[in-house]
């Protein structure tokens, strides 16, 4: 029979952006969509 260990995992999470970048990525991602072009494997393509 195992034992069982007992979990004490401690994360300490800090936010990576800020409520106004959040916003502004929201702002460049809402603007983008739809301007993606589709790729075909082993097709060539430049940026």
């Known amino acids: 029979m195992k034992k069982k260990m007992p979990l004490q995992a401690h994360v ?14 929201d702002h460049i991602v809402y603007n983008e969509r739809g301007k993606a072009k589709v ?6 393509f430049k940026f």
């Open 12 to 25: 300490k999470a800090e936010p990576r952006y800020t409520a106004e970048e959040l916003k502004a990525i």
């Open 39 to 44: 790729v075909k494997p082993g097709e060539y």
